[in-house]
């Protein structure tokens, strides 16, 4: 009866054991491959699966998340002959778990080995500075070789990225000597067209105060002209309206004496040496006579100096 009961006991856990084996619980964006006696039996997908004990392998869970592998630089020799050190990152994704399991053993390190290969054959084509300036292209045809090359092994190529290219020291040497010499020339033409440009404004400026300043001084000078003009006419107005004034009195005999008198009085205070009054001052003609004595004793005076000065 003991015997009975632990040969049942035994029995039971061997069932529990059985049944705890024969569960395979396949996590999200993961799969199995289910191997029977050594042969590929069914791929398992995300949930919970039976499986027979003793007769069925599960392989290790495949990822069919992307995966991101970042290769260490490779020396690659250009159409110039320069060597430069290359590394990659290429994202992959598994898209055929069976594929993947018996395609190609280690397939990362084939994925690399496949990648140094390629970049090699692309870079070998370009020269040196198309190469630094032609990463689009050359990432565009890697990923599309790596994507034919890994089909049959079910892995799907999403991208392939040049992270870094480095070229010999000497080789980056002259080339920032030459980005510092176009530099310097930017620099020296930018200069140049501001130079130029400032010129160009100087001179536009005083061109334009040139301008201005004739036509102030053509606007003063027509100012002046008026105004000489209008004084002119206003002063002949004044003596017309004078004379219609005394012409319209009749001004006597002792009104022309007395402007007679201020005639002589003006003679008086010039330069002259000689003046001839006549017995009757009241006659204009007279007066106008000696007046005309004055002016010629004045012109006998400025010739005899001028005489005497030679």
């Not at 092994?153 to 070229?167: A, C, D, M, S, Y």
């Not at 105060?209 to 606007?219: M, P, S, V």
């Not at 209008?230 to 319209?248: Q, R």
Request: proline share 4%.
């Amino acid at each position: 009866m003991v015997v009975t009961g632990i040969v049942l006991g035994v029995l039971g856990v061997l069932i529990l054991v059985t049944l705890v084996a024969s569960i395979r619980i396949v996590r999200q964006a993961t799969a199995v491959v289910v191997e029977r006696l050594g042969k590929y039996h069914k791929t398992l997908d995300t949930g919970v699966h039976m499986v027979i004990p003793f007769f069925d392998r599960c392989s290790r869970p495949i990822s069919l998340k992307e995966i991101v592998a970042d290769f260490k630089p490779q020396p690659v020799i250009t159409k110039d002959n320069v060597t430069m050190q290359i590394d990659t990152v290429v994202y992959f994704q598994v898209t055929d778990p069976k594929l993947f399991t018996y395609g190609v053993d280690s397939p990362i390190r084939a994925i690399e080995n496949l990648t140094a290969t390629t970049l090699r054959n692309i870079v070998g084509e370009l020269e040196l500075d198309e190469t630094l300036t032609s990463r689009d292209t050359v990432n565009t045809k890697m990923r599309q070789i790596l994507d034919d090359a890994t089909d049959p092994w079910g892995i799907k190529i999403n991208r392939v990225e040049l992270k870094n290219i480095l070229p010999p020291r000497d080789i980056q040497e002259a080339m920032e000597k030459q980005m510092r010499a176009e530099r310097e020339r930017r620099e020296q033409i930018l200069k140049a067209e501001g130079e130029k440009k400032s010129s160009i404004l100087v001179a536009e400026g005083e061109k334009q105060a040139q301008i201005l300043r004739a036509e102030a001084d053509k606007q003063t000078k027509i100012l002046q002209a008026e105004a000489e003009k209008a004084a002119t006419i206003a002063k002949a107005e004044g003596e017309s309206k004078a004379i219609n004034l005394i012409n319209s009195a009749n001004p006597n005999a002792a009104y022309i004496t007395l402007q007679g008198f201020e005639a002589l009085k003006t003679l008086a205070d010039g330069q002259s040496t000689k003046i001839i009054v006549p017995s009757d001052i009241q006659d204009v003609s007279g007066l106008l006579t000696s007046m005309t004595e004055v002016v010629k004793g004045d012109k006998n005076i400025n010739k005899t100096e001028k005489k005497s000065k030679k």
